[in-house]
């Protein structure tokens, strides 16, 4: 079956620190990579995606790159801010199991100043 | 103009009591859902329907019933609520790579 696991939280950063969150998967077929982003008392966003091995998603100054080698797609941020608090979550989908998504279980990030 | 609005974005009610949940999507998408999200952030698939067909039915309750009237729309009818239905319920919507759009939740406090 199709799994996502990311770094276990909370993770608690200054501001201007480096961020790293690491999403390993296994998956069934070929699978498209998403971060998503959920900020207090909202919905998930979604941030980047990467669709095939090597590919790089960037968004809003977070980046991932889709590692087939390793199964990993590990989400960076140079120099989080405040704003950037949230949960974080890894998912994939394949489209063999009806677009489903796997999501894997979030990962808090507080950003202090 | 909102991609995925979902009604009601709270939701208070007593154990026993019968409630909806609706959901719509203006994005032309063919597949919607239902997760459901506990209070570790946790986040777990309920129902996917495809076209208005139902296509992943997760280990729930059979107290949960999705309706999907038309593609646009997928809504959610909880019969004997209990306690531990207690939860965020998220709508969303997708098409192949895109990724998923998600609502904004509906919190449910069942007291």
């Known amino acids: 079956g199709n799994s996502v696991t990311q770094m276990e939280g909370p993770v608690t950063l200054s501001e201007e620190a480096f961020l790293t969150i690491n999403c390993t998967y296994t998956?069934?077929?070929?699978?498209?990579l998403f971060w998503y982003v959920q900020y207090p008392g909202e919905g998930l966003q979604l941030l980047l995606k990467a669709t095939k091995a090597d590919d790089k998603g960037s968004n809003k100054g977070f980046e991932a790159t889709y590692r087939k080698e390793t199964t990993s797609f590990h989400l960076e941020k140079g120099s989080v801010q405040v704003s950037d608090s949230a949960v974080y979550f890894c998912?994939?989908?394949?489209?063999?199991?009806?677009?489903?998504?796997?999501f894997g279980d979030g990962t808090t990030l507080t950003v202090k100043p | 103009d909102t991609a995925v609005s979902q009604t009601p974005k709270y939701l208070v009610t007593q154990m026993g009591n019968d409630k909806s949940i609706k959901c719509e999507q203006n994005?032309?998408?063919?597949?919607m859902y239902w997760y459901k999200q506990d209070s570790k952030k946790f986040l777990k698939i309920m129902f996917s329907y495809n076209n208005k067909e139902l296509i992943i039915n997760e280990t729930v309750p059979n107290r949960f019933s999705p309706k999907s009237p038309d593609k646009a729309h997928l809504n959610l009818h909880i019969n004997s609520l209990e306690l531990g239905d207690s939860a965020v319920y998220f709508c969303a919507s997708s098409q192949p790579d895109l990724g998923a759009f998600f609502g904004q939740g509906t919190r449910l406090t069942v007291v």
């Open positions: 998912a994939l989908t394949v489209n063999t199991n009806a677009g489903k998504s796997t």
């Open positions: 998956a069934t077929g070929y699978p498209s």
């Open positions: 994005l032309g998408h063919d597949t």
